[in-house]
């Protein structure tokens, strides 16, 4: 099994930055893949970034050039820098993790990110 905790969310005004991080504890050595969706009410979850453990990274269109997803295997723990945040970026945010065999998913508990002025 793998547990997340992310941390970083909060309230931002429009055209501001923020940090999320999710640290991973557990069985590590069979993490494939990290990333990172969000969700807002009456909406299916997606994705918005995601890296493997060779360090392809995968972005939403509507986040390309302003959010950057980073994976720290020393610290066993992905980042997510968002800048240029906009009001579309409001949403809980969720770490996910994905283990072999059998692509398991893992899911952190969520992170508001509110971005108003």
């Known amino acids: 099994q793998v547990q997340l905790v992310e941390s970083g969310g909060g309230l931002v005004q429009p055209g501001g930055s923020l940090r999320l991080s999710c640290a991973a504890s557990?069985?590590?050595?069979?993490?494939?893949?990290m990333g990172w969706y969000r969700q807002t009410p009456g909406k299916e979850r997606e994705l918005v970034a995601s890296?493997?453990?060779?360090?392809?990274?995968n972005y939403a269109d509507s986040v390309k050039g302003r959010f950057t997803i980073i994976r720290d295997t020393v610290k066993n723990t992905v980042y997510l820098q968002m800048n240029s945040l906009k009001p579309e970026d409001t949403a809980v945010y969720y770490c996910?993790?994905?283990?072999?065999?059998?692509?398991?998913?893992?899911w952190g508990q969520g992170t508001q990110v509110t971005v108003s002025s």
């Open positions: 996910n993790a994905i283990i072999r065999p059998g692509m398991t998913s893992y």
């Open positions: 557990g069985s590590i050595s069979r993490i494939i893949n």
């Open positions: 890296v493997t453990g060779t360090s392809i990274t």
